[in-house]
């Protein structure tokens, strides 16, 4: 008859081998998944390797045939050109070297360019201050003619005839030329020489010119009239033609006893000369 207490100790032992053999299936099933994971990713990082390298030799392959094809564009552009690469080489440094300095020379013209814009905007500025300068001295001009104009006397001929306005130097009859209200006839007229002037003749008899005084003879319409001692700045006038019209004579510079210089103002219906004023 057998031992009643070694039955509890082997259930015991028992047990304990049972929960070891669970715990070893359930390590093995975890280990056999964690493999079969891993091996899935070890397969799935082969094959993109594989495709990597794949790439990799299709790009290689690709710039292997690039270069061909550019040894061989370089070769039979060289053969045709009959240069060697070295020279093909040169040409095209040369070629960049033409380039940057054909930049140089349009930066240096546009430069330039820019330089005479300035030059120009500078004149156009000095054009305008002479504009200005030409508009002060018009002003000054017209200020100037208007107090001129406004010097220029009137008075009685010595036939008591109001005369017009009596210009006493060369600028002051320029002026009554310009008013155009008769026809002016500018005469120098020397010592017993007889000059045609307008439409009559005159000459010289008599000049003081430390008096400012002098004589002289009009003739017109086959009339001698004689104008005796009269004055410097003086209207002398006359009848003159057959429509008798009134000629205004006026000396207004004595340089010497021998000449004397003055005009004729005759009005504007009066006939034009026939015998040119020039001397």
């Known amino acids: ?37 891993l091996a899935g990713r070890l397969t799935n990082a082969e094959a993109q390797v594989a495709s990597a ?27 045709s050109l009959g240069l060697t690469q070295q020279q093909l080489e040169q040409r095209a440094q040369d070629l960049l070297r033409r380039q940057q300095a054909q930049a140089q020379q349009l930066a240096k013209e546009h430069a330039a360019v820019q330089q005479q814009i300035g030059a120009v905007s500078t004149d156009v500025t000095g054009v305008k201050t002479d504009v200005g300068g030409v508009k002060t001295d018009l002003n000054a001009t017209k200020t100037q003619l208007q107090a001129t104009e406004a010097q220029l006397q009137s008075m009685k001929g010595d036939l008591g005839i109001q005369s017009g306005l009596i210009a006493t130097n060369a600028n002051e009859l320029d002026i009554l030329k310009h008013m155009g209200d008769r026809n002016y006839y500018a005469f120098t007229l020397a010592k017993h020489r007889k000059k045609a002037v307008a439409t009559v003749a005159l000459e010289l008899k008599k000049a003081d010119p430390k008096h400012s005084r002098f004589t002289l003879v009009v003739y017109s319409d086959d009339r001698q009239i004689l104008k005796k001692d009269r004055s410097l700045d003086e209207p002398i006038q006359f009848y003159s033609g057959k429509n008798h019209l009134l000629y205004e004579l006026v000396v207004n510079s004595i340089p010497n006893k021998n000449t004397i210089e003055g005009y004729i103002a005759t009005p504007k219906n009066a006939p034009a000369p026939v015998i040119p004023t020039a001397e």
């Open 53 to 79: 390298q794949a790439q990799n030799q299709k790009l290689a392959a690709a710039l292997d045939e690039t270069n061909a094809r550019l040894r061989v564009t370089s070769e039979t552009l060289g053969h």
């Open 1 to 37: 008859m057998s031992d009643p207490s070694t039955v509890p100790e082997q259930r015991s032992y028992s047990g304990l081998l049972v929960a070891l053999l669970v715990v070893a299936v359930v390590a093995a099933l975890a280990g056999l998944v964690w493999s079969y994971s």
